[in-house]
């Protein structure tokens, strides 16, 4: 139950942290012909999929360092708590295509700069288990490529589904801190207080972050009609 569990959490978490990445696919391609558009989306994506698992292990054997995954979950926390208080863009390293190689070029480019929430995570729901890493990205990947797009249909509709995935991260940073080699020790005692404690902060932090930047963005837009209306 608990490998199902951990395997869950991974494609949920790819999920949910993935849906820009398929936008970069998407526009990477677009102005290719319909025939090269399918192979760019494939060929780009199994590539990433390739470049991401390299990654992943690369971080899984870092985080075994002392300290290391205890900052890593710290640096998750502030993962988790951006996913829900500040709106993802996808613009800042995507270009249009014009040709095939091009289009693999950019998308494994976009990959490789974007995937660092997704590569901390999932090294940490593995906890060093390389078999349950590997299985979880070759069954992610493919549904982030054909899923993504309609689950961030899912959260502009049900934005209780950011926060599931910000709970996720939260719980899943706090129990990297709690398994580094060096502050485990230290911490193991309050274990699933601190588990919780940093889960519902995260929620309660993201929440106020996002109400804040919404609560700006109103106030923004309705400047210009109020210094007309004292005109």
Request: glycine fraction near 8%; charged fraction near 15%.
């Amino acid at each position: 139950m608990e490998l199902l569990a951990a395997l869950g959490s991974i494609t949920f978490i790819n999920l949910i942290l993935s849906g820009d990445n398929a936008v970069i696919i998407a526009l990477a391609s677009r102005n290719l012909p319909p025939e090269q558009r399918k192979k760019a989306v494939l060929w780009g994506s199994a590539g990433a999929v390739v470049l991401r698992i390299v990654l992943t292990m690369i971080a899984a054997l870092l985080l075994q360092i002392p300290y290391v995954q205890f900052v890593g979950g710290l640096a998750l926390l502030w993962i988790a708590v951006s996913l829900l208080g500040e709106e993802k863009k996808h613009d800042v390293a995507c270009k249009e295509a014009a040709s095939f190689t091009e289009a693999i070029k950019v998308i494994l480019f976009a990959d490789l700069i974007m995937s660092l929430d997704n590569v901390l995570a999932i090294a940490g729901v593995a906890n060093g288990n390389m078999i349950l890493l590997i299985a979880g990205l070759a069954m992610s990947v493919p549904l982030v490529v054909f899923g993504s797009q309609m689950l961030m249909s899912l959260m502009d509709r049900y934005p209780i589904i950011i926060y599931i995935g910000a709970a996720i991260l939260g719980w899943t940073a706090s129990k990297m801190m709690v398994a580094d080699a060096a502050m485990g020790p230290i911490l193991e005692a309050y274990a699933l207080p601190l588990e919780i404690a940093l889960t519902v902060t995260v929620v309660g932090i993201g929440h106020w972050l996002k109400q804040r930047s919404h609560s700006v963005a109103a106030d923004t837009e309705g400047a210009p009609a109020f210094r007309d209306s004292e005109k």
